[in-house]
C-alpha cells in the first residue's frame, strides 16, 4: 500500500483527534477521504471541507479508492455491522470500540481469515500504551506469566481524587464527569466492564484464549464507602480497579477483574488521575512496566494513527498464540483472598469462605478478610450486586504481614 | 521461514541464557544447530550436546542449514566482523553488541539493503525493555518530541546503593562488581559510553538520525563525591545519569548523556537499582514510560528471543525516518542549566557560562549553579574531565523553584 485512502465512520472526539494529527503532521501516506456520520447538522468543533462528511455509508464502502476503514463509533450493534461489513468486502479496518471487539473476537478472527484482511485495534486497549501490539509481537515467544494493570482512566481518575486529596466518591465521580473522563452515564468505567472488554481482548493476545465477558467475574468501585476508604489508609494501601490474567499452574489460567488493596511497593501504586498502567510478567524478563495516558481524545487518537501507519506495511495481527497446542485453559478453580464489607446483607452466611483471617463487627460497616474461591464469587454475583457490599482483592502476603 | 535453524556467535551470559529458554519454551520453531566459541576448552555453567560446539566461524557460515546467525560475542571488532559477513552473505543476524552497532550501523544499514537481509538488535538497547521495535513500529507516525532515560542497569544500581542505602560511591561499585552488574573494568557503564551506544541507536530509529559518538557530550558518574550527594538530599533530589534525545526546535534536536538532578515527581526518580526506564514524549499521548529490567543474561536474552521470533515472520526494521525529508539536524547550540562542582580546577574562568544563578565556595568543593552551551561542554572536555569536577544537568524548572 503506497498511501492509504482513509473512510471515517464517527467523528466525535477521537475521530476529530485524528483528523487533526493526520493534518498536523502533514502525513502524506494517509488521507481521510470520507467521514461517515449519523446526523450532518450536528455542529462539531472541527471544521472540515464541504463535502467530506456524508451520512451514507455506502460513499465509503462503495468508494473503491478508500482502502481502509476507520470505525470510532459510539454503538456497539452499528460498530459491528460497519466493521463486518468492511471484512466481508475485502477492505481492511482500525477500530476503537473495545466493547464491540471482546464481544464479537471469535468471529472477527474468522472474517480476517476468510477475506484475507485485517482489523486492527490497538487503541482499544489502553489509549496511547502499545499493549496489544506488544503482547503479539514482542512477548511471544518469552514464557508469559501475567498481565495486570490499571485499564481504566476513568475510575482510577476517581479513586485517585478518593485516595490523594480526600474527596468523596460523589465528588470524585462528579469532577470525572466535568472533565469528560466519565460518560454521564458512566456505569460501563465504574462498574469494570470497560476494563473487562479490555483485558478480554488482552487474554487473547497474551495467551491465544478468547473469553467471553459473562464468565469473567468483575467488580467495580461503585460500592465503595468511607469506611473502605479508611481500612485502606489504615494499612498504607490504595485501592485501585485492578484487571489481570495469570497463568495458575502450567495448563491453567484465571482471570477477573476487581478493586485490589495495592501496596506502596507495587508499581500500579503510583499509578494515578486519568493514566493507565500494565504490568507484564515473564519467566524470563520477571517484570516490565507500561505506563501512559489511557483516556482522551489525542491519545486514542494517536494510537489509531499507529494502527493505520501499520497497515501502510501490510502489518496484521497474526494470532499466534490461538494456534498453540499448549495453550491453558481457563479455570475459576482458584482461591483469592479478599476483604468484603457488608452492612445489612448477610456475607458470613451467603458466601462460603474456606478460611477466614479477620471478622470485624461494627455499626454500619463489618467486614470479613478471608479466602474464597473465584468460582464462588462468580456464584453469588447476586449476593455481592447488593448495594451495601464492597469487595477487595489482598494479594496474599499483605494479609500475611499485617495480621 | 517455516523454521529458524540458527548458529549462534558467544556462549557467555546472554548466549547460555538463549540456550535455556530455547530449551524451556519447547519451542518447535527455532533451535540452536550451531554454536562457535573462541576456547573450547573454557569451562561452562551449561552444558550442551557434543558437537554443538565449534571453535570455526566457517561451520555456521558454511552451513547451508542455518538461516539465522546470533551474534553475542563481546569484542566490537570481531563482532562487528561476524555480523557484516554474515549480512554480506544474506544471511539475517539478530545481535546484542551495542557498541559495535552504534559505531557501525550506516555501514550496517547499507549492507541489509544490499543484500536484501535483515539486522535486528532490540536486546541491545535496555536489555528485556522493546524500545526499538516500538519506536521503529509505533512512534512513526506521530510528533515524537523526547526520548530519555535510565538507559544503563550498572551505574544505576550503584547511585541507588549511594541514595537509597546510604553506602559510599566506592562500596557501592564494589557491590555492583560483586553481583556481576559492573565488569571488572567498569568504565564503560559508569563513565557512560553504554548509555550514550544506546543513545546512539534509539536516535537513529526515533528520529531517524545517526550521530557519531564523539560528537555527543558524554559525562558519567565516576567523579560523584559526597558533596554532590550531600547536595543532591538538601535538595531533595536524586542524582540519576540520564540519556537523552529531544526535539528543541521543528528541525533540531540534541542528545547528551550525563548525571542529572532529578525531582521526586518525574518518572525516571523511581527507577533504581538495576532497572532501565525510558520516557517517550510526543505531541499527541504526552509521556509513555517503559520500566524493565536493563541487565542480566535472561531479561537480555528474552529480548533476543523475541528477535529471533521476529524474524520467523520476515521482520526487519525499516529505517523508515532515515527516509523522512523533513529529519530533524543535530545541534548543540542550546544552553543548559547545569550544577558544576569543583576544587582545584579553576571552572569559573575555565568554563564559559552565558549566566549563573548561584556561587558557592567551601573547602574542597565549590560549586556553580549557571547555564552554559552545550557546545561549550563538548568544547571544554578537557576542563570537565579532571577528577576534581563533576557535572550534572539541572532541568530549569528545578533552578527557578529553589534559587
Redesign the interface.
Known amino acids: 500500500m503506497s498511501k492509504i485512502n482513509i473512510g471515517l465512520f464517527g467523528f466525535g472526539t477521537v475521530g476529530q ?1 485524528v483528523y487533526e ?1 493526520l493534518r ?2 502533514k ?1 502524506a501516506h ?1 488521507e481521510i477521504r470520507r467521514i461517515c456520520v449519523r446526523n450532518l447538522a450536528k455542529p462539531r468543533a472541527t471544521e472540515v471541507p464541504d463535502g467530506l462528511l456524508t451520512d451514507r455509508a455506502e460513499d465509503i464502502f462503495g468508494d473503491p479508492d478508500i482502502n481502509l476503514i476507520v470505525e470510532l463509533v459510539d454503538n456497539a450493534d452499528a460498530s459491528f455491522s460497519i466493521v463486518s461489513t468492511a471484512l466481508s468486502r475485502g477492505i481492511p479496518v482500525v477500530s476503537g470500540s473495545k466493547a464491540m471487539i471482546a464481544r464479537h473476537l471469535p468471529e472477527l478472527i474468522e472474517l480476517q481469515h476468510r477475506h484475507d484482511t485485517a482489523l486492527l485495534y490497538d487503541a482499544s486497549s489502553c ?4 499493549v496489544i ?2 503482547l503479539e ?7 508469559l506469566l501475567e498481565v495486570k494493570g490499571i485499564l481504566n482512566g476513568s475510575s482510577n481518575y476517581i479513586l485517585s481524587r478518593v485516595f490523594d486529596h480526600g474527596e468523596s466518591y460523589d465528588d470524585a465521580l462528579r469532577r470525572a464527569q466535568q472533565l469528560g473522563f466519565a460518560e454521564s452515564d458512566p456505569s460501563f468505567d465504574i462498574e469494570g466492564y470497560d476494563a473487562l472488554f479490555k483485558l478480554i481482548i488482552i487474554t487473547v493476545h497474551a495467551l491465544g484464549r478468547f473469553v467471553p465477558a459473562e464468565d469473567v467475574f468483575t467488580f467495580g468501585i461503585s460500592h465503595l464507602q468511607d469506611a473502605d476508604i479508611r481500612f485502606a489508609r489504615e494499612k498504607g494501601v490504595k485501592i485501585k480497579l485492578v484487571a489481570q490474567v495469570a497463568k495458575v499452574a502450567d495448563d491453567r489460567f484465571t482471570m477477573f477483574v476487581m478493586p485490589e488493596l495495592v501496596e506502596k511497593s507495587k ?1 500500579i501504586y ?1 499509578v494515578d488521575d486519568e493514566y493507565n498502567g500494565v504490568v507484564i510478567r ?12 489511557g483516556a482522551g481524545g ?2 486514542t ?3 489509531i ?2 494502527d ?3 497497515r501502510l ?1 501490510g ?1 496484521r495481527y ?1 494470532y499466534k498464540k490461538m494456534a498453540f497446542s499448549d495453550r491453558p485453559s481457563y479455570t475459576t478453580d482458584i482461591s483469592l483472598t479478599v476483604y468484603v464489607r457488608y452492612a445489612s446483607t448477610d456475607i458470613p452466611s451467603l458466601l462460603d469462605f474456606t478460611g477466614t483471617t479477620v471478622r470485624h463487627f461494627s455499626p454500619g460497616a463489618n467486614y470479613i478478610i478471608g479466602q474464597v474461591k473465584l468460582s464462588e464469587l462468580i456464584a453469588k454475583r447476586h449476593v455481592l450486586g447488593a448495594k451495601d457490599v464492597f469487595i477487595a482483592n489482598i494479594p496474599t502476603f499483605f494479609v500475611e504481614k499485617d495480621n
Do not use: W
Request: hydrophobic share 30%; with cysteine.
Open positions: 483527534g494529527v498536523r503532521t502525513n494517509a489509549g496511547s500504551i502499545p501490539r506488544n509481537e514482542y512477548y511471544d515467544n518469552d514464557l508499581y503510583s515473564g519467566e524470563c524478563y520477571d517484570r516490565q512496566f507500561m505506563f501512559g495516558k489525542l491519545p487518537a494517536s494510537s494513527l499507529s493505520i501507519m501499520a506495511h502489518y497474526e
